[in-house]
């Protein structure tokens, strides 16, 4: 943590725009992942990509933006947030590319968005390691995003703290 970082009431701008976008994908995901069929799998497809490049983007601005400090709390809970948040970046960027190595060794013709053609080469190994991949981690991401909004609502309806404030689009924290 920098003095920067301590002096920081809230997230930037760019980092909340992409929390909030990816929060609303994830979510989004998770819904159409558990109830996929044939006509919603190719927009499954499509914004599954679209997740893996914002979460590139993230990753990729987060060494750069200052983040502000944690306010203080038992050591345990600072453990058990960084962990959660490590595991949301690791599990919601592989998450897609498990997803591509399903589909692009899939029997089919797979298309993201209707247009875009995924299918590389059958592989039926590779796709049934892809299909249990991309099943055993939505579950661990909704298991991790539960978690998360809990975490959230517990510093600010318990606590009382800047914890959630920080985060949302106009608050300044
Ligand atoms: C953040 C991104 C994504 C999330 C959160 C997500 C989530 C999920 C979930 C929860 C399931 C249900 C798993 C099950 O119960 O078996 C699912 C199924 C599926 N997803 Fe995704 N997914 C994402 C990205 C992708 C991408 C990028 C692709 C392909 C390009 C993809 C292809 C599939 C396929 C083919 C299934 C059906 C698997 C089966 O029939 O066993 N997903 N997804």
Request: net charge positive; glycine share 6%.
């Amino acid at each position: 943590m920098t003095d920067t970082a301590a002096a920081m009431p809230s997230f930037a701008t760019k980092i909340k725009t992409l929390h909030w976008a990816i929060a609303v994908l994830v979510l989004i995901m998770l819904y159409g992942g558990f109830t996929l069929s044939r006509e919603t799998a190719t927009l499954h497809f499509g914004t599954g990509l679209v997740v893996l490049v914002l979460m590139v983007i993230w990753l990729a601005l987060r060494g750069s933006s200052p983040r502000p400090a944690y306010p203080p709390m038992p050591r345990w809970q600072e453990i058990a947030a960084k962990a959660t948040h490590h595991s949301l970046y690791a599990l919601v960027t592989l998450q897609p590319i498990f997803g591509l190595l399903l589909v692009t060794t899939s029997k089919g013709e797979p298309m993201a968005y209707g247009v875009i053609p995924l299918k590389i080469a059958q592989n039926d190994t590779l796709h049934e390691i892809g299909e249990w991949l991309h099943a055993v981690n939505g579950y661990l991401i909704a298991a991790l995003v539960a978690l998360h909004v809990l975490g959230a609502l517990y510093h600010h309806v318990v606590l009382k703290d800047n914890v959630l404030k920080r985060m949302l689009p106009f608050a300044k924290g």
